[in-house]
């Protein structure tokens, strides 16, 4: 539901290719019922072919099989940016990546990306580290993974130490890193990731350049949770 809201939020329409069935509650996910991946590579092939796509946002995958199935489909539409969200674990600490599929994610998926918009729990993860505490560390593992794949990499800071401004770092090999900070929100929203990886997606689509879409995404999920935030004090003030 994040990812359609927000690519209509952009003026745009979104082509969905179902990867997953999940049992969910506000807490935690529950249940995961992957597709098979031949379903998912249909999905994607129809919407080729019934529409001008303009830019693809990769979520949530599970499996080797599933990786490798997109992987394939995407080779064929070279000239279309890409922007992938690693969805590895869960809010609530649920693993949703099989744990042999990192290789295949890194493998078949990786490269054919314009963008990769880890957190810093799963950029530890992409690179065999331990989790970065400062921005120094993150920009570290940010810039072998971005050196690794050759493509681009959004480190995304949210998960850092609480108090400090949310800052996120965008690597890509033989350029100098841009930061962009934003004030940190208090509370807990789900979907961020979602947010800000299907925003990219719509400013890419909408021929925007990959520095301007990060700053422009970066900025439309800050005034969203704004507006939520504001929202949800003013019903429990009464």
């Not at 580290?129 to 120094?136: F, I, N, R, V």
């Amino acid at each position: 539901a994040r990812d359609v809201e927000t690519v209509s939020a952009f003026g745009l329409r979104s082509c969905l290719a179902v990867t997953a069935v999940t049992v969910q509650t506000h807490a935690a996910v529950e249940h995961i019922e992957h597709m098979p991946p031949q379903l998912i590579a249909a999905q994607m092939r129809a919407a080729f072919a019934a529409n001008m796509v303009a830019a693809v946002k990769i979520g949530m995958l599970g499996t080797t099989a599933a990786m490798e199935a997109v992987g394939s489909v995407l080779t064929s539409y070279p000239n279309v940016p890409v922007v992938l969200d690693p969805v590895m674990a869960s809010s609530s600490g649920r693993v949703l990546l099989q744990h042999d599929a990192i290789d295949a994610l890194m493998s078949d998926l990786m490269p054919v990306c314009r963008l990769v918009t880890p957190n810093l729990i799963e950029l530890a993860m992409l690179t065999g580290l331990t989790p970065a505490l400062d921005e120094g560390g993150a920009r570290l593992q940010g810039e072998a993974l971005s050196t690794m794949l050759r493509t681009g990499v959004l480190a995304k800071g949210g998960h850092a130490r609480e108090g400090l401004p949310a800052v996120d770092l965008l690597l890509q090999p033989d350029c100098p890193v841009l930061r962009f900070e934003a004030p940190r929100l208090g509370g807990e929203e789900r979907g961020t990731g979602c947010m800000l990886s299907s925003a990219i997606s719509a400013c890419l689509a909408l021929n925007a350049t990959l520095e301007a879409s990060v700053a422009a995404a970066k900025q439309y999920v800050f005034d969203t949770l704004s507006m939520s935030t504001q929202w949800t004090r003013r019903s429990d003030s009464g």
